[in-house]
């Protein structure tokens, strides 16, 4: 009886093993259909993911070529390019309601942060996400058979490193001047609400992100670039100032601090 049992038990056990291992292969199509499908609706540019690697026994991704385009109005083709976005889910949240990402690790984003108008483009982005989310209103939950829609998700760890912020302005003539983007480290996205819908959980990160790209050691260092290059209010034409109006007020009414 005591074999028959094991023998049994051996059986639900490969059952399990099978079925996870279904789902992580599966995970790689899922994650780019995602990406390509609802990264356009949140952020109103056009987002491209050109592939995704699955580790099957670990459940890690690899996601390759992360591509943010601009909003309208704007003439840089892009608002930021990632060679290799890790991520590590827990492959046992996968069935359930809520999945787990232990950690996504953005390495070496190339971001080209271009003002135009008294506004930019990551602000731009950021105001089209904040009204995706729909002021903060709960997400609609939709039926578990369709691809991970409606699921909450809660992540444990999200990491940007080697990061590098261009800035691009009418005025520089086709040039760009950079700076290093701080690293960024967010811990437990939606876990104190029990999960977080895709598009809130991008709005955190997104908010972040925008908040290092303004920050005082990106702008000192952005500032010092401009003025390396003689742009200042009495290097500047009045043909030059009506296209830019007040941007140049010093250089740093550049970023509005």
């Given at each position: 009886m005591k074999k028959w049992i094991l023998i049994g038990s051996g059986a639900v056990v490969v059952i399990i093993i099978v079925l996870l291992v279904v789902g992580v292969s599966n995970l790689g199509p899922?994650?780019?259909?995602?990406?390509?499908?609802?990264?356009?609706?949140?952020?109103k540019t056009e987002v491209r993911?050109?592939?995704?690697?699955?580790?099957?026994?670990?459940?890690?991704?690899?996601?390759?070529?992360?591509?943010?385009?601009?909003?309208?109005?704007?003439?840089?083709?892009?608002?930021?390019?990632v060679g290799?976005?890790?991520?590590?889910?827990?492959?046992?949240?996968?069935?359930?309601?809520?999945?787990?990402?232990?950690?996504?690790?953005?390495?070496?984003?190339?971001?080209?942060?271009?003002?135009?108008?008294?506004?930019?483009?990551?602000?731009?982005?950021?105001?089209?996400v904040k009204r995706s989310v729909g002021a903060d209103k709960p997400a609609k939950k939709e039926p578990s058979g369709k691809e991970g829609e409606g699921r909450k998700i809660i992540i444990r760890n999200f990491i940007v490193r080697d990061g590098k912020v261009n800035l691009v302005m009418a005025m520089l003539g086709g040039k760009s001047i950079s700076a290093s983007l701080p690293d960024i480290h967010l811990k437990d996205i939606g876990k104190k609400k029990g999960g977080a819908s895709p598009?809130?959980?991008?709005?955190?990160i997104f908010a972040e992100l925008y908040a290092k790209i303004n920050s005082p050691v990106v702008n000192d260092t952005l500032n010092k670039g401009l003025k390396a290059l003689g742009i200042g209010v009495k290097e500047v034409g009045e043909g030059a100032k009506k296209?830019?109006?007040?941007?140049?007020?010093k250089v740093k009414g550049l970023f509005g601090k």
């Open positions: 899922i994650i780019k259909n995602a990406v390509n499908t609802h990264g356009p609706k949140m952020t993911l050109g592939d995704v690697g699955i580790s099957i026994f670990s459940a890690e991704a690899k996601l390759k070529d992360f591509y943010l385009g601009n909003p309208r109005g704007f003439k840089s083709p892009q608002a930021m390019n290799a976005i890790y991520v590590d889910v827990d492959e046992k949240s996968l069935t359930g309601d809520t999945i787990i990402i232990d950690k996504i690790e953005v390495v070496a984003p190339e971001i080209t942060y271009e003002k135009i108008r008294g506004t930019d483009n990551f602000k731009t982005i950021l105001n089209n598009a809130e959980a991008f709005k955190e296209g830019i109006e007040a941007v140049t007020d």
